[in-house]
Each structure stands twice: as C-alpha cells, then as structure tokens.
C-alpha cells in the first residue's frame, strides 16, 4: 500500500526509486515518510521509518559569509560539506530581519503581523505571540516526535513555543552545545532538535569596547572557547559587501564577525560527528539558516535584500540528487510547513500562510515559486518602523508605512564602529546609498533586482513603472487582506479589516 496526500496538480505514486505520474485528474502524491490518520495524527509507515529533523538556526548570519555560497575568505568547511551533500538554496527569505519577528514566522508557519509577533520578547519590549496559536514543535509532540531545543529562544509564550526538553550550553560555543544534546540522538521516537547559536550576533553591551572605533568582538574572546579553535581573520582580506563602507571600521568587524561564524562551523561539525556516530544518520534531515542577515546597518533590520535573502541549506538521506543549487524562491513562512510534510503529517487545518516546499526540493522546474513576502513592523518597541514588502520575479516593492519618520537603528548597529564611522565623521554615503537616503525614505521603493541588485535605482518614482508599481500594490493589498494585517488600514484608511474590534 502507497499512502498519498494532498499536496499539488498531479496524482503520482513513489516506489523506492521512481515518481510515476499518473497524470491531472487528482492531486495527491505519496508520503515519503508515513501517513496520516482522519484526526492528522501519524500512523507508522511500515515501509520507511519518519525521519529525524535537525533544525539549526544561527543569530544574524548573511548569505555573504559562507564558502559554499561564493566567499572564498571564510572558513566554512561543514556547512560547504553539508551543502555538497544536499541541496543549497539561493533564494530563501526571512519575513523579518529580527530575530524574535522572524522565530516566531519560522515556528508557526504565520505571519508575525497575524499572531501578534511584531517585535522583540525580551526584556523591555514585550511583544508575545498569541496563545491560540500552534506551533511547529507542539504539532510535533502531539504527533509522536520528541522535541528537544538549545540555544537560543528569543519567542513567547512557552506554551505556545512547548518543546518536549530543553538543552543547556554557552550559546557562544556551539561545541559545548554539540556535547550538551547529544543525548537526543537516543531517543525511541522520531526527534526534532532545534539548534540555535547567539553566534555570529554583535556581542551585547556588557562585552562592549569603550572605544568607539574599535570593532565590536561579535562574542570571540582572545583565549577562546573550550573544544574551539580561534580561527582569525585579516581584516585586510575581508570581502565587504557593496552595501557597506569599506573602510577600516568595517573590516575590522567583518573579521570579528567572520571568526564568529567560523565558531559555529566548528559546532555544525562536532554535532554531525555525533549524529554520525549514533547510527542514525542515515535517517535524519538537516535544515541550516539563519533568522535574518548580518548584523550591520543596511542588513539587519531593514527589508532590503543583505537583510532578508538568507543561506537555506537542506541535507537529506532522502534526497536522491547531491550538491543541487535550487533558485525556486521560498520563505521562512513556509518551513514549518515543510517540515510537518517531512515528517507526513496531515495540515490542511493548520490554516498556516505558508506552503511546503518539499514537492520542489530537487526540481529544476521552480513553476510557482516566484514571489515572496515580507513584514517588517518593529525590532525594539522604539523602533516602529512597519513595512511590508513583495518580490515577484526579478521586481521588489517596499511600502514604507511611516516613512515620514526617520529611519530607526537597532541599538547595537547604532554602536556600531561601521555606522559611527559614517555618523561622527558627517560624511555624506553610506555603501552605495548616501546616507541621508538610508534615513529618510520615500513611502514606496521599487526595484528591478536582476538590473539594480544594490536596490539603488527607484523606479517607483518614475512614469513608465507607474503599470509595475500600480499591479504590485494591488497584489499586495490582496496579501494583507489574506493574512489579516491590521497595517492594511493604512491604504487610505481602509478599514476592512476592522470589524467589532473584538476577537470572535
């Protein structure tokens, strides 16, 4: 028996080596891993077993600063490995370039704009996600996986955001982490680890320098950590990306921030190993990204694409085609998604607002997977910035709600030696962009990104695009009204969404 699900527009069968199209009349293929029960609760496949899930999330990693994905300079031999290995991803978006924002989208499948995920957790800021909501890891539990997290947190509630056990280790050395959770690997049940690094973020302000202009350590320390190598960088052979100032500020901190990443190489490494020597390997999937871009301004925080399009790198026993590049563009909206298709569990109650990706994971056919979204509305509780955002194809709108005010700065960019190497010395760009642009923006941005990758050029300011912008503010109305956005009142005062003001 071939159990099938509900997934796309053809109806195939899978045998251990082939997919069999049978052709439109139904929309079903089989599950790779299991299948499901009228109630969505897994039933034992009893031709395969459920995969194991390695979810591995670092802290304000960009697609600039690993070797597999073009960086020469940088030392990333296990994540090259693993994506020599699996399939690599070059268009991967986060929906928000903040890491609590952009956690909560990525374990529950919504929109933060839709669950009340706007901003920040911790400390003075506040913002949790709503009770009701159902998230990756509970779903999981509930369907016979054994969860178990380390590292980094940064969402609330821990109801909503349950795991079955947590993990303790210095997020700082992914080797120590790597030693500290190993034990999940003798679980009985299927496992989900979610792995989670403070690695490659700026170090906080009781690690910072006194002196402006000295490079913030992005968490290395000169007599390191316990299990790690120090893996140095000149700051001369650092590649800066475009949107950055090169000068010496800059490099300085790219090297730091280079080290960092290096650090978390070394724990990817140690974890494998051991992933490896526990005989289930050959079983288990492993999912690397990062919650949003580097940590310099121009990337962290912003909607432009060093702080949004991010390294994807999938590993898996189950794929049959090794070191794949996919261009098939996917959000983080839609990984939890992904992963409960993985696993072969039933969803179409969920009412998630992403979609697995899992149909197109080694299809070089990307029909369908050419528009992503993104909703940007606060980072601290002072920053309220709110943006939503559509690329389509090689075109990208940004609706700058409140772009009457100033642009806001993060609090640890704005310390930064890169950004006060520009602010106290007035100079006038910033990269590419003049620096009075950086901060006051216009209310829309529209971007060709194959002609104009450094989103430099805006052609919502000029005639012939007025057909372009007009067909993508339609279909990003249309997505807010989707998704519930209460910013969707926002477009002459709309007032749609509104209703009675209370929750039904």
Known sequence: EIPLRLVGSEMCIRDSNNIINLGYALTFIPTLYGCSDSTGKIKENTSSKRPNIILFVTDDHGMDALGCYGNNI?????????????????????????SAASRSV??????????????????????STFKDVRSLPVILSENGYFTGRIGKYHVAPESVYHFDKVYTGNPRNT?????????????????FLYFCTDDPHRSGFTEKVDDWSSPNPFGNRKD????????????????????LPDNKETREEIAQYYQSVSRVDQGMGKLLSYLKESGKADNT??????????????????????????????????????GITNGAMISWVDMTPTILDMAGINTKDEGFMGRSFLPVIESESHEGWNRIFASHTFHEITMYYPMRVMRKGDYKIIWNIAHSLEYP????????????????NNLTHFGKRTTDSYLHRPEFELYNLKEDPDEINNLALK??????????????????????????????HDASLQGAGEKL
């Not at 080797?175 to 496992?191: G, R, T």
């Not at 390191?224 to 949107?243: A, M, Q, R, T």
């Not at 700065?409 to 106290?424: E, K, N, V």
């Not at 005639?463 to 807010?480: G, P, V």
Request: aromatic share 14%; charged share 20%; glycine share 6%.
């Open 74 to 98: 940088i030392k990333t031999p296990n994540m090259d490995s693993l994506a020599a290995n699996g399939v690599r991803f070059t268009q991967a978006y986060c929906t928000s370039a903040s």
């Open 106 to 127: 990525l374990l529950t499948g919504k929109y933060g704009h839709a669950i009340g995920a706007y901003g920040h957790t911790h400390d003075y800021h506040h913002f």
């Open 175 to 191: 080797v120590e982490m790597a030693e500290n959770c190993k034990e999940i690997f003798n679980s009985e049940k299927p496992f």
């Open 224 to 243: 390191g950590y316990k299990g790690c190598s120090n893996i140095v960088y000149s700051p001369d052979s650092v590649i800066v990306p475009s949107f």
């Open 285 to 322: 999937i492993i999912i690397y990204i990062s919650d949003n871009g580097m940590a310099f301004p121009g990337a962290k925080t912003t909607v432009y694409e060093p702080g949004l399009k991010l390294p994807c790198i999938i590993s898996s026993p189950f794929i049959k085609s090794k």
């Open 409 to 424: 700065f993060a609090s640890d960019l704005w310390i930064s030696s890169t950004w006060q190497s520009i602010y106290r």
């Open 463 to 492: 005639k012939d695009y007025t057909d372009i912008l007009e067909q993508m503010k339609k279909e990003l109305k249309e997505w807010q009204l989707k998704t519930k956005d209460p910013w969707y009142i926002m477009w002459n």
